[in-house]
T-cell receptor
C-alpha cells in the first residue's frame, strides 16, 4: 500500500531555533497533505492543509507565521516550526489522501515526528 | 468544541471476547466516518470506514455500526486479539463540503486485550 514518510522521526532543539519536518508520499502523488499535532493522551488536532502550488490553509488558532508550510512538489510537504518554544513540544503527524487530492476520505499517515524543545 | 467524542478513554477486554468502542458526534453534516488504530510514536493506520448512507460495514473481525439519529457509531472487534491492543480513534468527514480528506478526530480509546 501507499506509504507516507516523515523525517526526522524525532528532534530535540533549543528554544528560539527553527525546526523543519519533511513529509513525503513515497509511491503516489498528493496535491494535498495535512499536518496534525498530538499532545500526550489527546486527539489529533488538524493544524493546516498543505496545497501543492498554493498557500496552505490553517485551522483557527494556528499561527501561520510560526508554522510555515511549503508544498514544494507533488510528493513533498514541509512544516517549519519557527522560533520554537517548549510549548511547541509535541508529536507532529502528516497525512496524504489515498487518492492524492482533497476529495478522498481515506488518508495515509506518516509515522510522526516527536519534537522536544528545551 | 469537540465535535467527535469518545467518552471511554480506555477499555480492557479478554482475548477472544468482543471489544466495542463507541464514538459520538455532534455535527449532523458529517457524511463519512472512519476508524484508525494507533500505536505509540507511530502514525494512525486505517481500519474501516462507513458512509452515512449505510448503517453497517463489515471487514473481517471489524464491524462498524452507524446510528445517524443518535449521532453514534461503534466499532466491534470480534474475536479480540492481543495484537489489537492500541489506541483507536474515530474520525468524521464533511465530504459534501468538497474537502472530504479533512478529518475531525475523536479523543481516542485505549484498548487493552488481555490473555
Amino acid at each position: 500500500g501507499a506509504v507516507v514518510s516523515q523525517h526526522p522521526s524525532w528532534v530535540i532543539c533549543k528554544s528560539g531555533t527553527s525546526v523543519k519536518i519533511e513529509c513525503r508520499s513515497l509511491d503516489f502523488q498528493a496535491t494535498t497533505m495535512f499536518w496534525y499535532r498530538q499532545f500526550p493522551k489527546q486527539s489529533l488536532m488538524l493544524m493546516a492543509t498543505s496545497n501543492e502550488g498554493s498557500k496552505a490553509t490553517y485551522e483557527q488558532g494556528v499561527e501561520k507565521d510560526k508554522f510555515l508550510i511549503n508544498h514544494a512538489s507533488l510528493t513533498l510537504s514541509t512544516l517549519t516550526v519557527t522560533s520554537a518554544h517548549p510549548e511547541d513540544s509535541s508529536f507532529y503527524i502528516c497525512s496524504a489522501p489515498s487518492l492524492g487530492g482533497p476529495y478522498s476520505y481515506e488518508q495515509y499517515f506518516g509515522p510522526g515526528t516527536r519534537l522536544t524543545v528545551t | 468544541d469537540q465535535q467527535v467524542k469518545q467518552n471511554s478513554p480506555s477499555l480492557s477486554v479478554q482475548e477472544g471476547r468482543i471489544s466495542i468502542l463507541n464514538c459520538d458526534y455532534t455535527n449532523s453534516m458529517f457524511d463519512y466516518f472512519l476508524w484508525y488504530k494507533k500505536y505509540p510514536a507511530e502514525g494512525p493506520t486505517f481500519l474501516i470506514s462507513i458512509s452515512s448512507i449505510k448503517d453497517k460495514n463489515e471487514d473481517g473481525r471489524f464491524t462498524v455500526f452507524l446510528n445517524k439519529s443518535a449521532k453514534h457509531l461503534s466499532l466491534h472487534i470480534v474475536p479480540s486479539q492481543p495484537g489489537d491492543s492500541a489506541v483507536y480513534f474515530c474520525a468524521a468527514s464533511l465530504g459534501n463540503t468538497g474537502t472530504a480528506s479533512k478529518l475531525t478526530f475523536g479523543t481516542g480509546t485505549r484498548l487493552q486485550v488481555t490473555l
